[in-house]
């Protein structure tokens, strides 16, 4: 299955949107440049304030299981929740749907 198809499938399992749109989101992730110009990520509830010892990532392979996380534990009370991401490009994202699907898959064949 290809990976946008994937993606619809999770979304909808999940209840969640990805979005480049930073207009209230209920979660965001996205990159930063430090003072001294290293590039880190950054993945937090929008208004909270930023834990920079949980919070913050020098390497981007880190954000997958950051994702699948807020993804899978996030939604709660079943309303769709909007995810920034400053690039949906990112093949973490990739990964993470692909992680995400998979656990689905293995849990319809569980139940069968």
């Not at 993945?43 to 390497?59: C, I, K, L, M, T």
């Amino acid at each position: 299955m290809n990976y946008a198809n994937k993606l619809s499938e999770v979304q909808e399992h999940f209840n969640f949107r990805l979005t480049e749109d930073f207009y209230r989101p209920d979660y965001a992730i996205y990159s930063e440049s430090t003072a001294d110009g290293y590039e880190v990520f950054v993945a937090h509830e929008p208004g909270a304030q930023v834990n920079v010892s949980e919070d913050v990532f020098y390497y981007d392979s880190d954000l997958s299981e950051r994702l699948e996380e807020v993804i899978r534990d996030y939604n709660a009370d079943g309303v769709e929740i909007a995810i920034y991401v400053d690039d949906l490009e990112y093949d973490w994202i990739e990964y993470a749907i692909d992680e995400l699907y998979d656990e689905m898959c293995n849990d319809q064949d569980e139940e069968e």
